[in-house]
């Protein structure tokens, strides 16, 4: 069974930062790719940010220059840090990643429980 803790979530002024965390645990042989959603209100989930296992990133125009993501060097852990927050930053995050339980071929696709960011104006 493999799990996705987030943490670092909370209510912040816009302008300010927050910086979540994302740990895995369980059975796992390796791990690809890591990265960040978010979901706000009525809206679609949307891809933020991105790291491959090779620590090359993607990141959503709408973050970009504003939100880093970065992983551990065990590739356990992903974080995103995220400064000079918007209102419209505002959504439930949720951290997810491509993890090989054995050493077979196929990775699949894990999701932590999400962490609710309030961003005031």
């Known amino acids: 069974q493999v799990q996705l803790v987030e943490s670092g979530g909370g209510l912040v002024q816009a302008g300010g930062s927050l910086r979540l965390s994302c740990a895995t645990s369980?059975?796992?042989?390796?791990?690809?790719?890591m990265g960040w959603s978010r979901q706000a209100p009525e809206k679609q989930r949307e891809s933020v940010a991105h790291?491959?296992?090779?620590?090359?990133?993607a990141y959503a125009d709408s973050v970009k220059g504003r939100f880093t993501i970065s992983r551990d060097n065990a590739g356990n852990t992903v974080y995103l840090q995220m400064n000079s927050l918007k209102s419209e930053d505002t959504a439930v995050y949720y951290c997810?990643?491509?993890?090989?339980?054995?050493?077979?071929?196929?990775?699949?696709?894990?999701w932590g429980q999400g962490t609710q960011v309030t961003v005031s104006s």
């Open positions: 369980g059975r796992i042989f390796s791990t690809n790719a």
């Open positions: 790291i491959t296992s090779d620590a090359s990133t």
């Open positions: 997810y990643a491509d993890i090989k339980a054995d050493s077979g071929l196929y990775s699949r696709r894990y």
